[in-house]
């Protein structure tokens, strides 16, 4: 099992839906859980952070935690073109001494 | 404020050549990370820092890479010899430590894009 799995994708919505990114870990004692966003040909930059179980919300933008299962996702409400890119998942791993580790990432695709 | 500043931005070397790359963190930040990211295996975790003093280095493919962070506002990636499946986009990032209500965030620099032919 990778310490952070994610769907490749891509996935693609239509603009004004909602669009699902999902993430699962590994490290059950994990407790800082972090969205970015990466452009084509650009670097990664954070989008939200969350570290507590329930919803946070950020603008059009809603990361959701549930530690039990293991599972953070990220919601982005009315897509727009612009939102296309690659959302990367990132895990504080606290049982590998606080290192960051990231998922492949999900390729969005929001067409006009 | 400058962000992350790395050099070279693109680098084109045939095998079996040296390859150094420079990193130099925002002013303040005591964490510096190395990330390779390719279309395969997506953004990897190297080597990172706290305090100029590495971590961390269980990600570092094999002996030929190796990294230094000499004082804090510098730190170097270096690759002898390298190879063609060195070719990547190599990321620095800094940031400060997760703790009194910062939230660890990383930021990266532009990226260092590696062609070894």
């Known amino acids: 099992q990778k310490e952070v799995e994610q769907n490749s994708g891509p996935l693609s919505v239509p603009e004004g839906a909602i669009a699902s990114l999902n993430c699962t870990y590994s490290?059950?004692?994990?407790?800082?859980f972090f969205w970015y966003r990466q452009y084509s040909g650009k670097s990664p930059e954070l989008i939200m952070s969350?570290?507590?179980?329930g919803d946070k919300e950020d603008g059009r933008f809603t990361a959701q935690l549930n530690k039990a299962s293991q599972y953070v996702s990220l919601l982005i409400r009315d897509s727009q073109p612009s939102d296309s890119a690659t959302y990367l998942c990132?895990?504080?791993?606290?049982?590998?001494?606080?290192?960051?580790?990231f998922g492949q990432g999900t390729e969005l695709s929001v067409k006009p | 404020d400058a962000g992350v500043i790395q050099s070279p931005r693109h680098e084109v070397t045939e095998m079996g050549q040296e390859v150094t790359l420079r990193c130099k963190p925002i002013?303040?930040?005591?964490?510096l990370f190395w990330y390779r990211q390719t279309m395969m295996r997506g953004l990897e975790l190297l080597i990172y820092?706290?305090?100029?003093?590495?971590?961390?280095d269980s990600g570092m493919p094999e002996d030929r890479f190796s990294a230094k962070m000499p004082n804090a506002s510098f730190s170097t990636l270096k690759i002898q010899p390298s190879e063609p499946r060195d070719s990547a986009v190599y990321f620095c990032?800094?940031?400060?430590?997760?703790?009194?209500?910062?939230?660890?965030?990383?930021?990266f620099g532009e990226g260092s894009r590696l062609t070894v032919l």
């Open positions: 990132a895990v504080k791993m606290y049982n590998q001494g606080g290192k960051l580790i």
């Open positions: 969350i570290y507590s179980n």
């Open positions: 490290d059950r004692v994990s407790q800082s």
């Open positions: 002013s303040g930040h005591n964490s």
């Open positions: 990032a800094s940031s400060l430590p997760f703790a009194g209500g910062n939230t660890g965030e990383l930021f």
């Open positions: 820092f706290n305090n100029n003093v590495p971590i961390d």
